[in-house]
């Protein structure tokens, strides 16, 4: 609505950088876990990668200002945007296709300490540590 009327709020960019959590960052998570990605250290990956997503866009309402142009518009990214978890989501259906879940994730396992890590939660962590990132992604 507000893209259509031409108008914005700070109460409107904050409401819309929480749905992203909530639809990019949260829902993405939950997905990996109900999944199969819900050993201990798993569970640690996962809320650090929600936690990436908040830090990346309160980094970005507090930044865009200074970011962008003449024209208002902020002309690239710092660190990956949080609908790149959309990667993640396809990589988990594709797995949920091929019957890759729970017990037959793919690589399996590993037992570290008291807790079970799986592999391909590193995977979220990669993406985190992106959306952290101070790499520049020209906006498109």
Sequence with gaps: MARWRRKSSPLGGDLDSLADIVSFGVAPSALAFALGMNG???G???CGFVACGVSRLARFNVTAESLSDD?????YFEGTPIPTSLALVAMLGVAYATSSVGASLWLGA???GP???HPLVLTYAVSGALMISTIHIPKI
């Design 40 to 42: 201990g250290w798993d």
């Design 44 to 46: 640690v990956v996962l």
């Design 71 to 75: 024209s208002g518009k902020v002309k």
């Design 110 to 112: 590993i037992q570290l």
């Design 115 to 117: 807790f079970v890590l």
